[in-house]
């Protein structure tokens, strides 16, 4: 066994061994801490690439933990959708903890780093895993981080949202157990690829639990994903969080997304009988009402992060969809606009951060304020920031919205797709404009700033942010075709069978 | 069938005790809700490998028949993760509770009907 054998387990352990020793040495040695943090990020970003140009030909990697055989044991499944949110995982994480260390935010309680690595440890796992039950674990690695990270700073604001948000994400986590125990119990699996088998020979009395299991399941991912109406808990959430925090956050709704994509083929695609797409019904209505509120909430925010949050869930709600047409087209669109829309978001959580920490009392609300530092470059940011995050030329956004607007023209019901994602993209634009031309032209009241002349540094993460966008869009046809790939990929559960049981699937 | 019976209506009077509870608007309640829904959820996991009297959980060539092994390791770990989260759950909302003086949910201060008696609690804590 050489090391590149154990590639697919990389993106988990790096994060597991890095948060206990950052957390060892952070009482000591606080800068020894925050090296670790970000070798174990630039670490991830480079095990993560190299799993993607491992399984950029259309292999899948199945790595069975203790070398247990697949249904018994738990796997790693690694292909082309998993390596390409690992790898957008650990540059979000990159951008996000870089900020957070320029602007000293991990400085306002002792466990920003150990946290940090446990939620990247929880989301690799999330992306990778191929068994259902590894997945609500990792889930709960990933929001125990998260609640810690949510309340990185502490003050009553996070603390009042911390208490929602947790409850909501215990409710959520004893419906899923609730769904797998359901499953297991219909299956006798935990295994995927091997409950996507067993489910097509089920008995006709069992069906409707099968029904009832799938739409627990895809509820659960749907609150992860805050889809409306599971979308309350989102925005305060996110507006009160820490902005490198929130920025690293962005990922989190995709990861609700990525289980979707990933189970609702695989268990519940078309062998499954009489629960066979059970949940594409109801989740373009959700999808539209979402993205609905979400621009809507753009439209009337009352600061910055706030429309960042609303955001969220308005570009959740987009890319949603488009993947209720379960096509590989509409689907390579969807997971297009996915990577867009989380470095869209975090962007504007940075850029929201950086207006804030330049005005002081006066922080990132929508308001007119006096004067501030590099009004024109940051004004520039957001411009930026919004045009890519409402989805105007040039950067990726357009780009994949036109992809998703595109590929629905081949459902059925792609009039009323058309008019959301037209409508709320307008929604989006007027917020952002009212915004941004109250920050940044508008001057209420003379006088200098009451903020601390800050330096320049805090403007490298959002600029890199930005600077992907325009990335992605110069490499749009590279990023699409592979999308696309991942997309036929992940729509084919014979293949990922193949690559975790081997010949006991044929 | 009795036996039956009795696991699933009991998985039922805690679920709707828990949601019942969950839904309230002051912390512990919610709390407390939670832990009943947990309590539920375990009970449903473990009955998820069927219900089987008197049988083994490991397999041995001398016995015919044996019970799923697999949902007892699932319960176990369902258990540590719901007692890590309540033991969080319940410091984060004595936190709060200090911090902004309302154990309400909601986060909104207490107003006027039905709290009487706990409105001195709220105002004390605003001075831990």
């Known amino acids: 066994m050489t090391l590149a054998d154990h590639l697919p387990i990389l993106p988990v352990a790096i994060p597991a061994l890095a948060a206990p020793f950052a957390l060892l040495v952070m009482r000591r040695r606080r800068s020894l801490g925050i090296n670790i943090s970000l070798v174990s990020c630039i670490a991830m970003l480079a095990s993560a690439i190299a799993l993607m140009t491992q399984v950029s030909d259309g292999t899948i990697l199945a790595y069975e933990l203790g070398n247990w055989p697949a249904p018994f044991g738990i796997v790693l499944v690694a292909d082309r959708l998993a390596a390409m949110m690992l790898v957008l995982a650990a540059t979000l994480a990159l951008i996000a903890l870089l900020h957070a260390v320029v602007t000293r935010a991990d400085r306002k309680g002792w466990h920003f780093h150990p946290l940090f690595q446990f939620q990247l440890m929880g989301l690799n796992g999330a992306f990778l895993t191929g068994d259902l039950f590894n997945l609500f674990v990792f889930f709960e690695v990933l929001l125990i981080a998260s609640y810690g990270l949510m309340l990185h700073g502490q003050g009553p604001a996070r603390l009042k949202a911390g208490v929602q948000y947790v409850v909501v994400n215990l409710v959520g986590s004893s419906l899923f157990l609730i769904a797998l125990g359901l499953l297991y119990a219909l299956t006798g699996t935990l295994n995927m690829a091997d409950m996507g088998l067993r489910v097509a020979a089920l008995a006709p009395e069992d069906q409707g639990l099968l029904r009832i299991a799938a739409l627990l399941l895809v509820s659960v991912f749907a609150l992860k994903a805050a889809v409306a109406p599971l979308h309350l808990w989102l925005v305060r959430t996110y507006a009160v969080s820490t902005p490198a925090v929130a920025a690293l956050f962005a990922i989190m709704t995709k990861v609700g997304v990525y289980s979707l994509i990933r189970v609702v083929p695989q268990v519940f695609g078309d062998g499954a009988g009489a629960a066979a797409w059970v949940p594409a019904p109801y989740l373009l209505p959700a999808a539209m009402v979402s993205a609905g509120i979400g621009f809507a909430g753009v439209f009337v925010a009352r600061s910055l992060s706030e429309q960042a949050a609303y955001l969220v869930i308005g570009s959740t709600g987009t890319l949603l969809i488009a993947v209720a047409g379960w096509q590989t087209a509409t689907l390579g669109a969807a997971l297009y606009y996915l990577v867009h829309s989380t470095i869209a978001a975090a962007a504007l959580f940075l850029v929201a951060d950086v207006v804030a920490r330049r005005r002081g009392g006066f922080a990132d609300n929508a308001s007119p304020g006096p004067d501030f530092a590099d009004r024109s470059a940051v004004g520039l940011m957001f411009m930026l920031a919004a045009i890519a995050a409402t989805g105007l030329p040039p950067l990726s956004g357009f780009i994949g919205k036109l992809m998703i607007l595109k590929s629905v023209t081949a459902l059925p019901d792609w009039g009323w797709a058309w008019g959301v994602i037209l409508v709320t993209t307008l929604f989006g634009i007027i917020g952002f404009a009212r915004v941004g031309s109250t920050l940044f032209w508008k001057q209420g009241q003379s006088g200098e700033a009451t903020a601390p002349a800050a330096t320049r540094a805090d403007l490298v993460a959002p600029a890199i942010a930005l600077a992907l966008l325009a990335a992605l869009s110069a490499g749009a046809g590279w990023a699409s075709t592979y999308a696309n790939a991942a997309a036929a990929q992940a729509l084919d559960p014979a293949l990922s069978a193949r690559a975790v049981l081997g010949e006991v699937a044929q | ?128």
Do not use: C
């Not at chain 2, 828990?18 to 309230?24: P, Q, S, T």
């Not at chain 2, 207490?110 to 001195?120: F, K, R, W």
């Open chain 2, 1 to 128: 069938m009795t036996y039956e019976f009795l696991v699933a209506s009991a998985i039922g009077v805690l679920v709707a005790g828990g949601i019942f509870l969950a839904l309230r608007a002051r912390t512990f309640q919610v709390v407390l809700g939670l832990t009943l829904l947990s309590y539920a959820v375990n009970l449903f996991l473990f009955a998820s490998g069927r219900l089987v009297l008197n049988r083994p959980p490991i397999w041995d060539k001398a016995v015919a028949e044996y019970t799923d092994p697999l949902p007892q390791a699932l319960a176990l770990t369902a258990i540590v993760i719901t007692f890590g989260m309540t033991a969080f759950v319940v410091i984060l909302a004595l936190r709060s509770f200090l911090e902004s003086g309302s154990d309400h949910v909601d986060g909104d201060t207490v107003t006027g009907d039905a709290q009487d008696g706990l409105a001195s609690d709220d105002t004390h804590g605003e001075h831990p």
